[in-house]
Nanobody, 117 residues
């Protein structure tokens, strides 16, 4: 059973904001670096942002300054705050542990983000 569940996607106009949530099991959340990834049909999945158990973050250059990843220890949830959205941010967004993402396993359905121009 998959231990991560994504939510929060939707349709938004360019320049708008959305916050995605990734609810994790306690064991998955506590000891893993967790990341947000996105994929457009016909293209490779790309890393958007990651956050370690010690709150170290990394971002793709394309989202730096616009997106912010964070984690809520009490809720075992990782968030992706997306501001100043652009049409090119349109994609299916998935969360996964860095470990499983590197091995191409345990991908869920994700949550769709669509940015209209």
């Amino acid at each position: 059973q998959r231990q991560l569940v994504e939510s929060g996607g939707g349709l938004v106009q360019a320049g708008g904001s959305l916050r995605l949530s990734c609810a994790a099991s306690r064991s998955t959340f506590s000891f893993n670096t967790i990341g947000w990834y996105r994929q457009v049909p016909g293209k490779q999945r790309e890393m958007v942002a990651t956050i370690s158990s010690g709150d170290t973050t990394t971002y793709a250059d394309s989202v730096k300054g616009r997106f912010a990843i964070s984690r809520d220890n009490a809720k075992a949830t990782v968030y992706l705050q997306m501001n100043s959205l652009k049409p090119e941010d349109t994609a299916a967004y998935h969360c996964n542990t860095l470990f499983n993402a590197a091995r191409g396993i345990n991908w869920g359905q994700g949550t769709q983000v669509t940015v209209s121009s």
